[in-house]
């Protein structure tokens, strides 16, 4: 599935837009099988966008998840007309998830991150900082990696050498997901397979200021990871792309 061929018959959106002014902060977070974190990441990134003082919105992306996470969804879209929520009737992957984030996000600036509370929204006040600074695309690098070494770490160090040596594009953690960018620079991107990874290279096309930060990164406290070895294959596949 292409990613930026979503159509009403891929997904549902729930929002309530009415009389909301547009934000400043759109947060878009795919999501699947996430239920026993979704109480948690809610009243993470409330706590923290409430506390910079920005209006916001939380954009989540249910991937077809067949657990409890669409329902838990709805009963935060119902107490706070900031959730807004887009349920894909099966799942289509990452890359595809935050394409219809960003073609519904509505801030000036578009936050991404996981919804596996491995990444820490405290980074994102300091990141949002950076770019406002002079940036166009704000990278997380998460130096102090909470991930198994053969399964995970090692093959993301391979995969981070290749893109950077292959792009020109050098940066120490593309698999980070904990990203902030200028709304115009993210919209504009057409993005499929597992390429959302590749966005810092794609845009540098565009003439964008890049830069990177280092972000907090936490074990994961529930569930299982959604995502192996396999992804890896998809990855290079996607790079000589």
Known sequence: VWGCMLTPTMQEFYTSDAGLMLPDISIVIPLYNEAPNLAELYREFTEILGEAGRSYEIIFVDDGSTDETFRILTDLHAKDAR????RFRRNFGQTAAFMAGFANARGELVVTSDGDLQNDPRDIPAMIEKLESGCDIVCGWRRDRKDPWLTRRAPSMIANWLISTT????LHDYGCSLKVFRSDVIKSLRLYGEMHRFIPAIASDQ???ISELVVNHRRRRFGVSNYGL????????????
Request: net charge positive; proline share 0%; no cysteine.
């Open 83 to 86: 959730v807004r929520v887009i």
């Open 167 to 170: 792009t020109g594009v050098r």
């Open 207 to 209: 003439g964008v200021r």
């Open 230 to 241: 396999s992804r890896t294959v998809r990855v290079m596949f996607d790079l000589v792309t």
